[in-house]
């Protein structure tokens, strides 16, 4: 601290308040950022009642009188994806005129899918798909129609709408970034509109906003991704799944992710996120080969048809004459998450998509990633519909819905060698944990530190704390 008595009177007043201001304001993102996010956290850990009423109280508010903005905003970014894709402006190259990517296709697209979707997908593979069976947006549960209707939108939300967020944030990101020379740092994005006051409050204070958002919405996948794994340490070796075991592996989770943190992203987090992809294959491999081949590939294309056929209307259907909690309750929450994802999502794949073109960029990170997700549901989710509708096993479902966190598992008991797979997506959920908590801080660091495509390992140690808290208390 600065006293007084410690003021060098050859500085004078004047020059030490513009020091200070200037110390200030170029940490400030971060230090403000921290502030809010610690507020959070303290609100919601102590206050647990009074967080729980006024953010739900929020959230209902903007699903139900806004609901038609997420709606018409993520259907159009669909179309403007694809219009991209085969524009005119298909052949522009993100970065100068013959310059290489940075990464190999395959670990660019491993690392883009990895932050993307990676938890996610493993937590509600199983578990979605049987939910929306149990309990569709219309009409009865335990049907051969709400079977069908359970493919359809487990293909919806997480297919085209989420990755086209992803595609045209960070394309715009990586185009300002790359081609302009201006900060990494999602304020950029505004600079056709404000120009140099994206470097004021103003522009500080969308990357401050962005910052929180990210840290929590991350927060909230690194919950249900410890969840998961205690869940399988349940499985695995028995080891009664309670809280503190839930905590324990968000702290150990911490260390391993900040020890990653420091091997830098050509080496730690590609590493990581080659390693999840390719187990990832291997198991969806193995359940394709131990479960029903053929219905699997039955239900794939069937789905895909279906999801297609009704594309239009179940992207901008709102059902305002009749019940629309179950639209609130998963699709417009949905895009909300994904947005909330999207400026750590997009300042990732911006980093690392230097030297793409805006068509190869479309095709990597919409079409291949969708097809990629569509697959896996129709693998995992299409398997355990067969074994529950087909089959007739209904006590699979009910265990499902009761218990989330151990769906995955759950099903695995119903194939051959469950042990073996059980422990793969056990590993598979480690190594997707990691990776999100690893780029996530990654990015943080970025705009936190003005946009540096470095930052340094101070703060991302700092961020990966701090989210790691965030994910303890929610």
């Known amino acids: 601290m600065i006293g007084r008595g410690n003021i060098d009177p050859k500085i004078g007043k004047e020059n030490l308040v513009a020091m200070l201001n200037k110390i200030l ?38 699903i139900n009188n806004l609901g038609w903005v997420y709606m018409d905003i993520t259907f159009f970014l669909v179309a403007f994806s694809v219009y991209l894709l085969f524009s005119k402006y298909g052949n522009i190259r993100i970065g100068k005129e013959n310059e290489k990517p940075e990464f190999k296709t395959g670990s660019w697209l491993a690392m883009l899918f990895g932050a ?23 009409g009865e549960g335990y049907t051969a129609e709400s ?35 201006l900060p990494a740092t999602i304020s950029s994005l505004f600079y056709p509109i404000l120009k140099d006051r994206i470097n004021g409050p103003i522009g500080k204070t969308i990357d401050i906003f962005s910052v929180v958002a990210t ?17 399988g340490f349940h499985v695995l070796l028995n080891i009664p799944n309670t809280v503190s075991l839930q905590l324990s592996v968000i702290g150990v989770g911490t260390v391993l ?9 050509e080496k730690g987090i590609q590493y990581l996120s080659n390693a999840a992809i390719l187990l990832s294959f291997m198991i969806m491999l193995l359940v ?46 949905y895009w909300a998450w994904w947005i909330a994802w999207c400026p750590f999502v997009g300042m990732f794949i911006a980093r690392i998509s230097k030297g793409r073109t805006i068509r190869e960029f479309i095709i990597g990170v919409l079409i291949v990633p969708t097809i990629g997700t569509c697959a896996w549901f129709s693998i995992f989710g299409g398997s355990a519909l067969h074994i529950i509708e087909n089959l007739g096993h209904h006590e699979l479902a ?30 598979v959920v480690i190594i997707y944990y990691i990776t999100v908590a690893d780029t996530s801080t990654f990015v943080l660091g970025m705009i936190s530190e003005g946009g540096k495509l ?3 390992t101070k703060i991302k140690i700092t961020w990966g704390l701090i989210q790691s808290i965030a994910a303890a208390v929610l």
């Open 288 to 333: 394709l080969l131990l479960g029903p081949t053929f219905e699997i590939f039955k239900i794939f294309s069937n789905s895909v048809g279906s999801y297609l056929n009704d594309y239009i209307n179940m992207s901008l259907q709102l059902a305002p004459f009749s019940d629309s909690k179950w639209i609130g309750n998963w699709t417009l929450f």
């Open 257 to 265: 992710f900040i020890i990653s943190i420091n091997t830098g992203l």
């Open 116 to 138: 993307g979707m990676g938890v996610g997908i493993i937590y509600w593979g199983v578990a979605e798909p049987v939910t929306h069976y149990v309990n569709p947006p219309h």
């Open 215 to 231: 840290v929590f919405g991350i927060a909230t996948s690194l919950g249900l991704g410890a969840l998961q794994i205690s869940a």
């Open 454 to 456: 470095n930052p340094s």
């Open 147 to 181: 079977a069908n209707m359970a493919m359809k939108y487990s293909f919806f939300h997480w297919g085209l709408q989420p990755w086209a967020i992803y595609a045209v944030i960070s394309l715009a990101l990586a185009y300002f970034q790359v081609k302009k020379g």
């Open 398 to 427: 009910k265990q499902i819905t009761s218990n989330i966190d151990l769906s995955i598992f759950n099903f695995f008991d119903y194939l051959p060698a469950s042990s073996m797979l059980s422990f793969i997506g056990f590993v």
């Open 25 to 62: 304001g170029r940490h400030s993102v971060f230090y403000i950022s921290i502030f809010l996010t610690v507020t959070f956290i303290v609100w919601g850990g102590v206050f647990t009642k009074n967080f729980t009423k006024v953010t739900t109280f929020i959230y209902n508010l903007i």
